[in-house]
Nanobody
């Protein structure tokens, strides 16, 4: 599996962006997918994840503002981000968990073994 993230950009606080992550490979539908982000000077943090069964998980700071979804026909996972805040500024990475066998999707980055290149999201105040 290879991942290609896109859709980042500069937006004012309160605005919206939709990130996309296109995956290669024929096993996409069976893979858990996640979004992580890393702000300057900070560690990478979990944002959202979606399972092969479409269960979802969000970090508290984005719950209610961000929506993760997937289109298996297009091998693509999306992150719809609404009501963006300056604190959301970061490089956003999509990731795939090919081997994680937990019942639910996980926020543990060590469970994700394939990573995209990242896309920059900048939110101005």
């Amino acid at each position: 599996v290879q991942l290609q993230a896109s859709g980042g950009g500069l937006v004012q606080a309160g605005g919206s962006l939709t990130l996309s992550c296109a995956a290669s490979g024929r096993t996409f539908s069976g893979i858990d997918m996640g979004w992580f982000r890393q702000a300057p000077g900070k560690e990478r943090e979990f944002v959202a994840a979606i399972g092969s069964g479409r269960s979802t998980l969000y970090t508290d700071s984005v719950a209610g503002r961000f929506t993760i979804s997937r289109d298996n026909a297009k091998n693509t996972v999306y992150l719809q981000m609404n009501n963006l805040r300056p604190g959301d500024t970061a490089v956003y990475y999509c990731a795939a968990s090919r081997y994680y066998s937990g019942t639910y999707v996980t926020e543990d980055s060590s469970a994700y073994d394939v990573w995209g290149q990242g896309t920059q999201v900048t939110v101005s105040s």
